[in-house]
């Protein structure tokens, strides 16, 4: 029979990515050998004493049982030890950090946590999906702001908190930005929690890219900043500094009771991480400092072969100080025969060139004209991509 979806479904917009992953199945199927750099999924190797402890961590037959939603507590503390450490942030294990399945999870839980209908956030325009989805999900609506970060772009919010009814509840940022790699300084998250306590709204901050940064550039984290923790949290992933993307592990760190309503939904939801990927993912966080230099590495050059093979392209690229990523303007004549769509162009691209790129405008309207691609493919793969891109686009 024919059944009627819930109408949080139905407010969802279309999932173009959902259409570039079945497009990429379906040819990878068909023999198609697809590059693709469509997505953030690394893959290079995880440091060798994190899968040494997983092997071990995995024979243990209590490893194999449920384990705490929250996180086992050595996990949340060094977590907190990692913070001190690397940012100079005080955190209780207990009641200021939680684990998450990976920090989308975390995300996700945590709109449905704070939010409901009626409720409104602040989002950036473009902005990584799960942003605006996750409000929707929760029943929430989303007001959009041209990302930026600059005092334009936080006096824009401001006019925002001030004259918008009902006033939104929760800005949502993330810095690095994912897509456009935008980064800020020291001072910005200052006059963030000076926003914060101005209008008494909440901030979610995805810092997934926070460790992996270029150039001697280092990105501060939210909760550097005085009184942060008063008015918000911030996401954090070991998917991308470590390499552990498919071991589904991340964190939640910041205000008390943000962190007691997001236990309280995962506590209701799930049973937490498999216990083994716990104790890797402590390994990780102790020894795993030398790797994440030595990856940083390895994306900066691939960073460097990319931009430049791009403008070649006449593509427009502002090399990124952050991310996993570029950002680059398409050149307008390569978008004509598309229709000036970049959702088609990648679709194209897949078909014709055998090469998967992100369509900026997936990410919301201001992404039209850019696409993003990963760096997660190596040297010799990016620069057969350029080769098939050049001989599509200037046949």
């Known amino acids: 029979m024919d059944i009627n979806v819930a109408s949080r479904i139905e407010r969802l917009p279309t999932y173009v990515l959902g ?116 409000v929707i999900l929760a029943g929430g609506s989303v007001f959009l702001v041209p990302v930026g970060n600059d005092e334009a772009f936080l006096a824009r919010i401001d006019d925002v908190l001030k004259h918008l009814q009902p006033k939104p509840k929760v800005i949502i940022l993330c810095y690095p930005n994912n897509p456009t790699t935008m980064t800020v300084d020291d001072t910005f998250f200052a006059k963030v929690v000076d926003l914060a306590a101005k209008h008494q709204v909440m901030i979610l ?74 104790i890797a993912a402590i390994v990780a966080m102790r020894e795993g400092d030398k790797h994440i230099e030595q990856q940083n590495r390895v994306y900066a050059q691939r960073r460097e072969l990319l931009c430049k093979s791009l403008r070649k392209l006449g593509w427009q690229v502002d090399t990124p100080k952050a991310s996993m990523f570029v950002w680059a303007k398409v050149n307008p004549k390569h978008l004509i025969p598309y229709n000036g769509s970049t959702n088609d162009f990648c679709l194209a691209m897949v078909d014709q060139a055998e090469v998967a790129l992100t369509p900026g405008a997936a990410f919301g309207d201001l992404g039209e004209g850019y696409v993003r691609m990963a760096l997660v493919e190596n040297d010799q793969r990016i620069r057969q991509a350029i080769r098939q891109l050049t001989r599509v686009l200037n046949n």
Not at 267 to 274: E, L, N, R
């Open 19 to 134: 259409q570039l992953k079945q497009l990429i199945y379906e040819r990878r199927k068909a023999g198609a050998d697809i590059i693709d750099m469509n997505m953030g999924n690394p893959s290079d190797a995880p440091p060798d004493p994190v899968v040494d402890k997983i092997r071990e961590a995995v024979t243990d037959p209590r490893n194999s049982r449920y384990s705490a939603s929250a996180g086992v507590y050595n996990l949340r503390r060094d977590m907190a030890r990692k913070y001190e450490r690397k940012w100079g942030v005080e955190l209780d294990p207990d009641t200021e950090v939680i684990a998450t399945i990976g920090s989308k999870e975390g995300f996700s839980h945590m709109c449905l946590a704070i939010m409901g209908p009626g409720d409104c956030a602040v989002v950036t325009d473009p902005a990584f999906q799960i942003h605006t989805t996750a």
């Open 205 to 278: 901050h995805d810092f997934a890219y926070g460790e992996t940064c270029f150039d001697n550039y280092k990105a501060p984290s939210y909760l550097q900043a005085p009184g942060a923790k008063e008015y918000g949290v911030e996401f954090t992933t070991l998917s991308k500094p470590y390499n552990m993307a498919g071991w589904r592990i991340g964190f939640c760190c910041g205000h008390p009771q943000m962190i007691k309503a997001l236990s309280t939904v995962k506590g209701y939801y799930d049973y937490g991480i498999f216990q083994a990927v716990q």
